[in-house]
Each structure stands twice: as C-alpha cells, then as structure tokens.
C-alpha cells in the first residue's frame, strides 16, 4: 500500500493546496483575527467571486483570474456597506456577540440561497489554457490549475503583509486592533479604519473566488466546505498573524492531502475541523498568536 | 412555581385537542405539513434554552438533530426497536453530546464555542458518511412498522410529536422561572460578573447544554419514521442550523413563547412557501426574515408586542 512515489505526490499537493488555502483565509484572517468581527458569511463572499469569474468565463472566455483582480473593487464597496451596517445595528449598540454572530449566519445563508436561485445546484467550472496542463518531476506530477492559485495565493500573503507593515492604513489597522481609543487619540477615525480593513478583507475573497473556481469546479454549497478550513486556519496560524495564515493554510493542506491519500477524499473535511478543535481547544492562541 | 399547574393542565388540553383534532378527517397532507411545523417547536425551544437563556450560540443544531436520528436508524437496523425507546435514546445520545459540548464551554466563549459547534456538525456527518451500516453517503431505508396505535402513521407521528413540542416548552417554561433560568441570565450577560457572584456558571451551562441536546435529540429521534428515507443531507441540512436560531430570534429569546411564536410563524410560512412557491425559494424568504429582524427588531415580536403596550 505504501509507496515513496505516493508520499511525494502527497507532500506537493499539500503543499500546493496550502498556498490556495492561505489565499481563500486571508481575509478572515484580517477581519476575524484582526478586527475580531465574527463574520462566517466570508466564503459565501468567496463563493460569489468564484460565480464572478464564472459568468465572465462563460461569456466572454475572461481568464477567471484577471476577473477576480477586477471585481476586488466591487467587493471592496460591498465589504465597506457590510461593515456599515454591522456597525450600526450591532457594534454601536454593543450588541455584537450574539445578534453580530446571527446576522453574518443570515448574510451566508441568503448569500448561498440567491447564487442557487439564480444559478442552481449544477456544479459549474471555467475554462482556461492553464488549468488542463501539468508538469512531472520525477514521478511528482503539478497541475498547473494547483499551481497557479498556489503562486497567486503566497504573493497576496506577501502583499497584505507588505500593506499591514509598511502603509500608513495598514499600520492603523493593526492599531484599531490593539487600542480603538488610542487611535481614536490620535487623531485617527477607528470605524473608518475598521471600513477599510473590513473592504479589504472582502475584496481578497474576489481574487480567492477566482482561485477556487480555477481549482475545482463550484456549487453554490461550496461555502460550506470552507467555513471550518478558514476558521482552523485563522486560529491555528495565530489570530491576525499574516505569516500564520501561510504556515496554518500549508499545514491544513499537507494534513488533508495525507488523509485523501491514505485514507480517502471523504474524510479530508474533518481533518479541518478536527485540528480547528484541538487547536481551540488545546492552543487558542494558535502557532504565531500574541 | 404556582402557576406550574395551571401550565400542566394547559399542556395537557393542547395533547388532548391535538387527538380530538386526529378524529377529524381532515386533508391529510396538512399533518404532513404540522409535523415539520411541531418539530420546528421543539427545536426552536431547545435552541433557546442554550441560546437565548444562556447566550451561547449553537450553529451545530443538525449535529444533535441527526444525532437523534441516527440513533433511532441504529436502533431500528439493529433490534427493531419501538418509538418510544427510539425517542428517549436519541434524547440521551444527543444529551451525552450536549455534556461534551458543555464542558467544551470551559475553553470556549462566545465566537469561538460558535464555531467549534459547526464543526462538530461536518465532523459528525463525515463520521456517518463513512459509516455504511446505517446507510453511508448513500442513505438508508426505513420500513415503518405496520398498525399504528390509531390513525395513519403519519397521524400517529403528528400526535407524538404534538405532545414531545408540549413537553419541550413546559421544560423551557420549567427552566426559566427557576433559580436555573435566573442564574442562566446572568451568565449571559455577564459571566465573569455571575461567577464571582457565586453563580454555579458551569453546573449551570452543562444542564443548559445537556437539556438542549436532549431535546434536539428527541426531535431528530422520529425523523426516519417520518421520512422513511435517511441520507446525511437531509438530516444534516443547513436549514436546521438557521431556522433553529432564525425562529427564536424572530419570536423573542428571553420567553419560552417566542420560539414557539416564531417557530409556528416562520414553519407555517415555509411550509406554505413551499407548496406555493419553491423550497429554494422559502430558504431565502427565511435568511431575509432573520436578518431583518436581528437588524430592525432585536427582541423579536415579543419586544415589539412589549414596546407598543409601554406606549
């Protein structure tokens, strides 16, 4: 049963399918980790940008992920009225905890209910030059619809690494999360910060819908599969640490790779929730956490 | 406690006008139909006993629902067993969840215990799915047995559970007119504040989560009679998880008749919804309904009612 050959390939797929991982989680990771904004509707947003790249596909034979780089301004303006709203019913109130977690379990809902309204339950899929070739080294095959979304997926965690640390936004959004009324001391509005890292967040879920749907194709129910990897991948990385969000996602994806490999597909999503509860349970603070 | 009696009797009457309801011959597709609505009752209001007593957020309802389930198809594969021992191992199988999910509560608070309840719901599901005697990814049959004790099954089924929704709400009315309901409280609005009070804040989450999972377990334990087929999606649907939180939320969670408020308005209109309408359709009707009503009316119709009498 066990092979050398086996063990490669499963080592390069997970470690391919970490990088996309990291991709799809950045965005919880700034809103969730950073911001502490419970919003479990982030792969339904993930989701809708796959559907985006989709449409574009079909149509027009967009490649789906200059669709993705398109539609994050969109998914900003989305992300910023979200936020909006989330604040002033909720966050202003203080009233966050409870009816904040409710009203993003609704959004995800009706988010999902409306992609199978408009486009059913068929699995749909893009079309590309990319995503049919593969490369071999040594008996190790690389797709190239893994590859991709895996090279896309480490250079947005280096960007919003970059644009945490180095920009005048970033570094306010790092300090809205530590002390809202220090900021707000200097001179600095906390809910405008709070906007734009929620937009930010959102738009990231385009890019990562391009890649999901580059990868394998999509359902609407597709979002579901990724709220417990997103969450798993956010705590065990460490909550608002970019760089965990990396080493969390490749983790993910080499331990679910193994369990596909070894055990069979059917058991690769519990592996998420699984290391999801022992890391709650045994290390909240996660690998890289404060 | 000297108005338990009274509710007793009125528990009682609702049973009683339930079967007087069964001798009527009336279309038979509208017990069909009540079922779900009745389920809904008891889901709802064993969601809230955690959820709106306690303030913890449970996403994992369709975890302890199939739990409840599965149990039942278990049980009914391995010795034939009758319904009412199906009910009551379904309840304690989910129950025995519950405590587990319970003392989870000891590391988890607020998002983090919500999350790790999703979880357990897929965990779960992958365990049945890769579990092939009671039926696997593929689902499994079940053959109702034949001679219910009057009635068609179907209203046998809409009988049992009417009086399971009776029980279920005399518990939540039980729990929060006691020092348990109290105590529940002031957990919920402040933990830390209710510990250093004095507050049995842990015995007090265990009977929370334990008495919820029991009776979501009791919920799920007559669904393969009812359906008398089981596959994983069906009875670890999405739908559960939102409408077990939609329908508290939307009735008002701080009173045991908000559940029950909500459950009969929101299952009357999704039923409806979906004979009329489409099932797709009815989903979205339900995720709109909650949002606006966590966004507008946070204390449910109960508030509503509330604010227009201080007026």
Do not use: H
């Given at each position: 049963?066990?092979?050398?050959?086996?063990?490669?390939?499963?080592?390069?797929?997970?470690?391919?399918?970490?990088?996309?991982?990291?991709a799809?989680?950045l965005g919880i990771s700034l809103i969730?980790?950073l911001l502490?904004i419970?919003n479990?509707a982030q792969?339904a947003f993930v989701?809708l940008g796959a559907?985006a790249a989709?449409?574009?596909?079909?149509?027009?034979?967009?490649?789906?992920i200059l669709t993705g780089l398109a539609f994050t301004p969109v998914f900003y303006v989305l992300g910023a009225v979200v936020y909006r709203v989330y604040y002033?019913?909720?966050?202003?109130?203080?009233?966050?905890?409870?009816?904040?977690?409710?009203?993003?379990?609704?959004l995800?809902?009706?988010l999902?209910?409306?992609?199978?309204?408009?486009?059913?339950?068929?699995?749909?899929?893009?079309?590309?030059?990319?995503?049919?070739?593969?490369?071999?080294?040594?008996?190790?095959?690389?797709?190239?619809?893994?590859?991709?979304?895996?090279?896309?997926?480490?250079?947005m965690?280096?960007a919003l690494?970059?644009f945490l640390?180095?920009t005048?936004y970033g570094?306010a959004i790092?300090?809205?999360?530590?002390?809202?009324?220090?900021?707000?001391?200097?001179?600095?509005?906390?809910i405008q910060i709070k906007t734009i890292a929620f937009g930010v967040g959102i738009a990231a879920a385009s890019l990562a819908g391009a890649?999901?749907?580059?990868?394998?194709?999509?359902?609407?129910?597709?979002?579901?599969?990724?709220?417990?990897?997103?969450?798993?991948?956010?705590?065990?990385?460490?909550?608002?640490?970019?760089?965990?969000?990396?080493?969390?996602?490749?983790?993910?994806?080499?331990?679910?790779?193994?369990?596909?490999?070894?055990?069979?597909?059917?058991?690769?999503?519990?592996?998420?929730?699984?290391?999801?509860?022992?890391?709650?349970?045994?290390?909240?603070?996660?690998?890289?956490?404060? | 406690?000297?108005?338990?009696?009274?509710?007793?009797?009125?528990?009682?009457?609702?049973?009683?006008?339930?079967?007087?309801?069964?001798?009527?011959?009336?279309?038979?597709?509208?017990?069909?139909?009540?079922?779900?609505?009745?389920?809904?009752?008891?889901?709802?209001?064993?969601?809230?006993?955690?959820?709106?007593?306690?303030?913890?957020?449970?996403?994992?309802?369709?975890?302890?629902?199939?739990?409840?389930?599965?149990?039942?198809?278990?049980?009914?594969?391995?010795?034939?067993?009758?319904?009412?021992?199906?009910?009551?191992?379904?309840?304690?199988?989910?129950?025995?969840?519950?405590?587990?999910?319970?003392?989870?509560?000891?590391?988890?608070?607020?998002?983090?215990?919500?999350?790790?309840?999703?979880?357990?719901?897929?965990?779960?599901?992958?365990?049945?799915?890769?579990?092939?005697?009671?039926?696997?990814?593929?689902?499994?049959?079940?053959?109702?047995?034949?001679?219910?004790?009057?009635?068609?099954?179907?209203?046998?089924?809409?009988?049992?559970?009417?009086?399971?929704?009776?029980?279920?709400?005399?518990?939540?009315?039980?729990?929060?007119?006691?020092?348990?309901?109290?105590?529940?409280?002031?957990?919920?609005?402040?933990?830390?504040?209710?510990?250093?009070?004095?507050?049995?804040?842990?015995?007090?989450?265990?009977?929370?989560?334990?008495?919820?999972?029991?009776?979501?377990?009791?919920?799920?334990?007559?669904?393969?009679?009812?359906?008398?087929?089981?596959?994983?999606?069906?009875?670890?649907?999405?739908?559960?998880?939102?409408?077990?939180?939609?329908?508290?939320?939307?009735?008002?969670?701080?009173?045991?008749?908000?559940?029950?408020?909500?459950?009969?308005?929101?299952?009357?209109?999704?039923?409806?919804?979906?004979?009329?309408?489409?099932?797709?359709?009815?989903?979205?009707?339900?995720?709109?309904?909650?949002?606006?009503?966590?966004?507008?009316?946070?204390?449910?119709?109960?508030?509503?009612?509330?604010?227009?009498?201080?007026?």
């Amino acid at each position: 049963m066990f092979s050398w050959d086996l063990l490669a390939n499963a080592v390069v797929s997970g470690l391919l399918l970490g990088g996309f991982y990291a991709a799809v989680s950045l965005g919880i990771s700034l809103i969730f980790g950073l911001l502490e904004i419970a919003n479990i509707a982030q792969p339904a947003f993930v989701v809708l940008g796959a559907y985006a790249a989709y449409v574009l596909n079909n149509a027009y034979e967009v490649d789906p992920i200059l669709t993705g780089l398109a539609f994050t301004p969109v998914f900003y303006v989305l992300g910023a009225v979200v936020y909006r709203v989330y604040y002033e019913s909720f966050e202003r109130r203080g009233d966050e905890a409870l009816r904040g977690l409710v009203f993003f379990f609704g959004l995800l809902f009706i988010l999902e209910v409306s992609l199978s309204l408009k486009f059913g339950v068929d699995y749909r899929l893009v079309q590309t030059a990319y995503t049919k070739t593969s490369i071999e080294f040594g008996g190790v095959g690389i797709a190239f619809r893994y590859l991709v979304p895996c090279v896309i997926g480490v250079a947005m965690t280096l960007a919003l690494y970059l644009f945490l640390s180095r920009t005048f936004y970033g570094r306010a959004i790092r300090a809205v999360s530590q002390d809202q009324q220090a900021l707000r001391l200097m001179g600095v509005n906390p809910i405008q910060i709070k906007t734009i890292a929620f937009g930010v967040g959102i738009a990231a879920a385009s890019l990562a819908g391009a890649l999901l749907i580059c990868i394998a194709p999509v359902i609407p129910s597709t979002d579901r599969d990724y709220i417990g990897r997103m969450f798993a991948i956010t705590v065990l990385g460490g909550m608002g640490s970019i760089g965990g969000t990396l080493v969390a996602g490749i983790i993910l994806g080499v331990a679910e790779s193994f369990m596909a490999t070894f055990f069979g597909p059917s058991w690769s999503l519990a592996v998420s929730f699984g290391i999801l509860l022992i890391a709650l349970a045994v290390r909240p603070a996660g690998l890289f956490g404060r | 406690m000297a108005r338990t009696v009274p509710a007793l009797i009125v528990g009682l009457l609702v049973v009683a006008a339930g079967i007087g309801l069964v001798t009527l011959r009336v279309n038979p597709y509208l017990y069909f139909a009540g079922y779900v609505i009745l389920q809904y009752v008891v889901i709802a209001t064993a969601w809230n006993i955690l959820g709106g007593y306690g303030g913890y957020v449970n996403f994992g309802t369709p975890a302890f629902f199939a739990l409840g389930a599965y149990t039942a198809v278990f049980l009914i594969q391995s010795m034939k067993a009758p319904l009412p021992v199906l009910i009551v191992a379904g309840g304690l199988v989910s129950a025995l969840l519950g405590l587990g999910i319970g003392y989870l509560t000891l590391r988890l608070r607020g998002t983090f215990f919500s999350i790790a309840t999703l979880a357990l719901s897929v965990v779960l599901q992958t365990m049945i799915i890769n579990w092939e005697y009671v039926g696997g990814s593929r689902g499994i049959s079940v053959i109702r047995p034949s001679g219910p004790p009057f009635g068609n099954y179907v209203v046998f089924l809409f009988t049992v559970m009417l009086g399971l929704a009776v029980i279920a709400v005399l518990v939540a009315r039980f729990i929060e007119r006691s020092w348990i309901g109290r105590g529940l409280a002031a957990l919920r609005d402040n933990e830390e504040a209710a510990e250093c009070m004095g507050v049995p804040t842990l015995r007090l989450k265990l009977f929370a989560t334990t008495v919820s999972g029991f009776l979501l377990g009791v919920a799920g334990a007559p669904f393969p009679y009812y359906v008398t087929f089981v596959e994983p999606n069906s009875a670890f649907a999405l739908d559960y998880a939102v409408n077990a939180l939609a329908m508290p939320m939307i009735g008002g969670t701080t009173s045991w008749a908000g559940p029950v408020i909500g459950a009969v308005l929101l299952g009357t209109a999704q039923q409806l919804a979906t004979v009329t309408i489409s099932s797709e359709l009815n989903l979205f009707i339900v995720g709109v309904v909650l949002v606006a009503f966590v966004v507008l009316a946070p204390e449910g119709i109960l508030g509503l009612v509330r604010r227009l009498r201080a007026r």
